[in-house]
Structures are given as structure tokens and as C-alpha cells.
């Protein structure tokens, strides 16, 4: 059974950063480009920022190209994202998707999904 388990979010003020995780299990995690996406409500799926198996290829939305650094530790079967410089249009539930082969940016081609973190940026 697979799960994708995200954490790390919580309330920020702008400006600030924030580290978020995901955590997989029951997939060998090598085969899978992983990625982050958010959601506000009554928004599609938002995409953020996507990593390939090895980490060696990261694309980034350009709303968050140059703050947000995705990343991930394959031996802990781990993925991050670093918030940093947080803007109110940030906030937002933040998940991460899994899919087998290639990055893609769409969210329907993704095979896994957590059930997100909220991250809320004050001002």
C-alpha cells in the first residue's frame, strides 16, 4: 500500500520560510519523479515544483522560482520543499504526488498523493 505522507506546515508570517516534507512508503521510491502542488479552495491544483528520481533535473512554477527549493534524500524516501520569503499568496495545502517515469507538471498524470500540509503566511 502506498502512502505519501506530507508535514512541516504550519503558520508563517511573510517573509518567513518554512521546510516541508513528504514521506513515502510502499513504492520503490527510484522509480517515481516526485513533485509538490497547492490548492486554495475553489482552485484547481497548482503546480509547484517537481524532482526527477535522482534529484539531477527540479523544474519550478515561476511563482516560486528563485524562493522554493525542492529536493530529495532517496535513501530516507523523502521529499522537501524550502519555502523561503513566504507571500500571502503562498498559503495554501500543500501536497505532494508521485509518479512513475518522467517529471511532468500536470496533475493528473500523477499515480500518488498525500493528504497535504496547510500553510498559512500572515501579514
Known amino acids: 500500500q502506498v502512502q505519501l505522507a506530507e508535514s512541516g506546515g504550519g503558520l508563517m508570517q511573510v517573509g518567513g520560510s518554512l521546510k516541508l516534507s513528504c514521506a513515502a512508503s510502499?513504492?520503490?521510491?527510484?522509480?517515481?519523479?516526485m513533485a509538490w502542488f497547492r490548492q486554495t479552495p475553489g482552485k484547481e491544483r497548482e503546480f509547484v515544483a517537481a524532482i526527477n528520481w535522482s534529484g539531477g533535473s527540479i523544474y519550478y512554477a515561476d511563482s516560486v522560482k528563485g524562493r522554493f527549493t525542492a529536493s530529495r534524500d532517496n535513501a530516507q524516501k523523502t521529499v522537501y520543499l524550502e519555502t523561503t520569503r513566504l507571500k500571502p499568496e503562498d498559503a495554501a495545502t500543500y501536497y505532494c504526488?508521485?509518479?512513475?517515469?518522467?517529471?511532468?507538471?500536470?496533475?493528473?498524470?500523477?499515480?500518488?498523493w498525500g493528504r497535504g500540509t496547510q500553510v498559512t503566511v500572515s501579514s
Open positions: 504526488g508521485a509518479r512513475k517515469g518522467l517529471v511532468v507538471r500536470d496533475p493528473g498524470e500523477f499515480d500518488y
Open positions: 510502499g513504492l520503490t521510491f527510484t522509480d517515481y519523479a
